[in-house]
Structure formats: structure tokens, C-alpha cells
């Protein structure tokens, strides 16, 4: 069974920094990109970050550019999301996902190219 775990949420104040993590198992996805979007109370999922197969290209949102930082260690199926200079709008569940095609050659930044998902980890930034 296909599982991916996310962890290190939790509570943090405005400006401050946390660092996520997913790992996978049940598979290897070190042949697949992998992203993290977020969900905030009331609004749509949306795209924050996604690294290539093998982590030499990143791509971001606009909205988390310059403070977030995606990363791979493929010898441990995890793949994480550094968080810095937090703001309160970043407030959100953030999900892991795992693109079902192997050495895909464009990165999906979309959620409809991933198949497999976390469960979510709760990250709220307070003012």
C-alpha cells in the first residue's frame, strides 16, 4: 500500500520558519515529481511548490517565492518544504503528492497531474 506522510506542522508565530516533510512508502518515487499545495479554511487547494524526479528543477508559487525552499534526499523516499519569513495567509493544511509518471520532463505545478496524497499537516501562523 502506497503511503505518504507528511509531518512537522504546527504553530508558528508571523516570521518565523517550519520545516515539512514527507515520506513515502509502500514505493519508491525516486523517479517522480513530487509537490506540496495547501488548502486554507474556505478556499480551493492551491499549488506552492513541485521538484523534478531529480530534484535539479524547482518551481514555485508566486506567493511563497523567496522565503520556501523544496528538496529531495531520494535515499530516504522524502521529499520537504522549508518554510521562512512565515506570514499568517501561509495558514493552511499542506498535502504532499507524488506524480504517477516517471521522469516526467516538465514538472506538473497543477493537481490534477498528481495521483498519490498525504494526508495533510496543519500549519497555522498567527499575527
Known amino acids: 500500500q502506497v503511503q505518504l506522510v507528511e509531518s512537522g506542522g504546527g504553530l508558528v508565530q508571523a516570521g518565523g520558519s517550519l520545516r515539512l516533510a514527507c515520506t513515502a512508502s509502500g514505493r519508491t518515487f525516486s523517479s517522480n515529481a513530487m509537490g506540496w499545495f495547501r488548502q486554507a479554511p474556505g478556499k480551493e487547494r492551491e499549488f506552492v511548490a513541485a521538484i523534478s524526479w531529480s530534484g535539479g528543477s524547482t518551481y514555485y508559487a508566486d506567493s511563497v517565492k523567496g522565503r520556501f525552499t523544496i528538496s529531495r534526499d531520494n535515499t530516504k523516499n522524502t521529499v520537504y518544504l522549508q518554510m521562512n519569513s512565515l506570514k499568517p495567509e501561509d495558514t493552511a493544511v499542506y498535502y504532499c503528492?507524488?506524480?504517477?509518471?516517471?521522469?516526467?520532463?516538465?514538472?506538473?505545478?497543477?493537481?490534477?497531474?498528481?495521483?498519490?496524497w498525504g494526508q495533510g499537516t496543519h500549519v497555522t501562523v498567527s499575527s
Open positions: 503528492a507524488a506524480d504517477l509518471a516517471r521522469f516526467r520532463m516538465v514538472v506538473p505545478v497543477t493537481d490534477e497531474n498528481y495521483h498519490y
